[in-house]
C-alpha cells in the first residue's frame, strides 16, 4: 500500500515568489496535517484539514494557506516567500482529525534564496 | 515556558546501554502523549503511544507523570539501529505539539 505522497522533493525559489506543495494521504485517511520543520528543531504545526474543512491552524501568517480536495490530497501554498520559510515541510495523515497516530510522508525541502 | 521540552543532545552510548530520555510539557489540558523517532534526513515515524499506567514495547517502555507533568522513555540493550532524533509529542484539544527532540547516537 502506498504511503503518503509528497511533491516536489526538492525545491528552489527565491524571496518574493510563491510555492505550492502537494500531499497525497494514505487511502482511507481523510484528515491530513502539514508541518514545517527547521534544522535542529521539531516539526511545527501549519493546518489541518479532514473532510475538506480546515479544523486547525498553527501561528503561521496569513501568507501561507492550504485545501484539500474531494480526493482527500491537499496543497499548502505560500505566498511571498522569505528567506525564513526554508524548511523541511512535512505532510501527515490520519484516519481520525483528533488522532496522535500520524503516517508522514517523506517531505518536501524548500529552499529560499 | 516552552509547549514541550526535552533534555538537549547528543546522548552518545555504547551498544547494549540503557538510555532514558525525558520531556517535560507546560499545559495541564494536554490530553495524550507519544514518543516518535525521527531517522537523520527521514520523516518521524509513530514510536509508541504513552499510557498512565505506563507501557512497553519491546525494549522501550513509556512513562507518563500527569502530576509532574512529565513524560520519559527508556531504552533498553541499545542497538545501532536505534540510533535516532526522538521526539516527544503532546496532544491537546485539536493539534499535536512536538518537542524539540533528543538525539540518540549508539556506538559499536
Known amino acids: 500500500d502506498a504511503g503518503v505522497t509528497q511533491s516536489p522533493t526538492h525545491l528552489i525559489k527565491t524571496r518574493g515568489q510563491q510555492v505550492t506543495l502537494r500531499c497525497s494521504p494514505i487511502?482511507?485517511?481523510?484528515?491530513v496535517s502539514w508541518y514545517q520543520q527547521v534544522l535542529g528543531q521539531g516539526p511545527q504545526f501549519i493546518f489541518q484539514?479532514?473532510?475538506?474543512?480546515?479544523?486547525g491552524r498553527g501561528n503561521f501568517p496569513d501568507r501561507f494557506s492550504a485545501r484539500q480536495f474531494p480526493n482527500y490530497s491537499s496543497e499548502l501554498n505560500v505566498n511571498a516567500l522569505l528567506l525564513g520559510d526554508s524548511a523541511l515541510y512535512l505532510c501527515?495523515?490520519?484516519?481520525?482529525?483528533?488522532?496522535?497516530?500520524?503516517?508522514f510522508g517523506s517531505g518536501t525541502q524548500l529552499s529560499v534564496l | 515556558r516552552k509547549e514541550v521540552e526535552q533534555d538537549p543532545g547528543p546522548f552518545n552510548v555504547p551498544e547494549g546501554a540503557t538510555v532514558a530520555f525525558n520531556c517535560t510539557y507546560s499545559?495541564?489540558?494536554?490530553?495524550?502523549f507519544f514518543w516518535y523517532r525521527q531517522d537523520c534526513r527521514k520523516e518521524p515515524k509513530l514510536l509508541m503511544s504513552?499510557?498512565?499506567s505506563g507501557n512497553e514495547d519491546g525494549r522501550f517502555t513509556a512513562q507518563l507523570n500527569r502530576a509532574s507533568q512529565y513524560i520519559s522513555l527508556l531504552i533498553r540493550d541499545s542497538k545501532l539501529s536505534d540510533s535516532a532524533t526522538y521526539l516527544c509529542?503532546?496532544?491537546?484539544?485539536?493539534?499535536?505539539?512536538f518537542g524539540k527532540g533528543t538525539m540518540l547516537l549508539v556506538s559499536p
Open positions: 501527515a495523515s490520519s484516519l481520525a482529525p483528533n488522532s496522535g497516530k500520524l503516517f
Open positions: 487511502s482511507g485517511h481523510k484528515s
Open positions: 484539514y479532514y473532510e475538506k474543512e480546515e479544523r
Open positions: 499545559n495541564s489540558a494536554s490530553q495524550s
Open positions: 504513552v499510557y498512565s
Open positions: 509529542v503532546v496532544k491537546g484539544y485539536s493539534t499535536l505539539t
